[in-house]
């Protein structure tokens, strides 16, 4: 496969991952900081949230294209 369409597919999956685990155990501070927001994350857990974004769309990177090369998934043929 072109490794332009391989970093573009882990780029799409990656950010569409990581938007779905945002919320994932996010709790509220119940004493904010003057100027910060009342919605604020107490610990939001971004570094964490990245590496297993980054694990997850490995993987479907990986199973994305293991499908696509042994026929699987087949984007070219018509179908009629």
Same mark, same amino acid.
């Given at each position: 496969?072109?490794? +332009?369409?391989?970093?573009? @597919?882990?780029?799409?999956?990656?950010?569409? +991952?990581?938007?779905?685990?945002?919320? @994932?155990?996010? !709790? /509220?501070?119940?004493?904010?900081? +003057? *100027?910060?927001?009342?919605? $604020?994350?107490?610990?939001?857990?971004? *570094?964490? !949230?990245?590496?297993?974004?980054?694990?997850? $769309? $490995?993987?479907?990177?990986?199973?994305?294209?293991?499908?696509?090369?042994?026929?699987?998934?087949?984007?070219?043929?018509? /179908? *009629?």
């Amino acid at each position: 496969m072109n490794p +332009v369409t391989t970093i573009i @597919v882990f780029t799409m999956l990656w950010w569409l +991952v990581f938007f779905m685990l945002l919320p @994932v155990g996010v !709790k /509220r501070d119940e004493n904010p900081q +003057v *100027g910060n927001a009342v919605s $604020a994350p107490k610990n939001p857990n971004l *570094g964490k !949230k990245a590496l297993i974004t980054t694990i997850i $769309a $490995a993987t479907l990177t990986f199973t994305f294209f293991y499908l696509l090369v042994n026929g699987h998934l087949d984007f070219m043929s018509p /179908r *009629g």
